[in-house]
């Protein structure tokens, strides 16, 4: 079948075609994944504070600030980890491109369509507090633009072609976010 093939594939809503499943049209930076752009901000980010030290708090509140960074940390790998399970389990892909055969809704996916990003968001502020890194923390405003404005727009785009009114019904019921 051809990327123009206009014919439905199984697991797809009748108006998707070969092309929407494989992923073909996806922009550059929602191909790049956005994992490794959040460890990438979050490393400059240590390297900025190490090269240019921002004054870092050094109260008694300091242990507390680690601890309180990696329980969150910590928080989002389980929330992660859930979701990934929840796509293992309804044997659907987690990658961006790939080809989704089932809208997942259930699991922490009642409370956002985005439950893997929020964890991406909460293990970054996580860990940039407890390695004490504020660099890291304006940093962030780039892993979200590309969230906001490249990959949850194509993922978005996507699920409707694929999934249609069910996809509609289920952004209408759950936020973006939280």
Do not use: K
Not at 24 to 42: D, Q, V, Y
Not at 100 to 107: D, K, T
Not at 137 to 165: H, T, V
């Amino acid at each position: 079948m051809s990327d123009g093939d206009a014919r439905a594939v199984p697991g797809l809503h009748a108006g998707a075609t070969r092309a929407d499943q494989d992923g073909a049209h996806a922009p550059w930076l929602a191909a790049f994944p956005a994992p490794l752009t959040f460890a990438g901000c979050l490393l400059a980010g240590a390297l900025l504070q190490r090269v240019l030290a921002l004054p870092v708090y050094a109260g008694p509140w300091v242990a507390t600030l680690q601890t309180a960074g990696g329980l969150l940390a910590m928080a989002a790998l389980l929330l992660s980890l859930a979701s990934l399970g929840l796509f293992a389990r309804e044997r659907t892909t987690i990658l961006p491109s790939g080809a989704a055969s089932r809208l997942v809704v259930h699991g922490p996916y009642r409370f956002s369509r985005n439950p893997m990003y929020v964890s991406l968001v909460a293990a970054y502020v996580g860990l940039a507090l407890q390695m004490r890194a504020p660099w890291a923390l304006p940093l962030l405003a780039l892993p979200l633009l590309q969230l906001q404005r490249a990959m949850i727009p194509f993922e978005e785009a996507r699920m409707q072609s694929l999934f249609g009114d069910a996809y509609l019904a289920y952004r209408a019921r759950v936020r973006r976010w939280l």
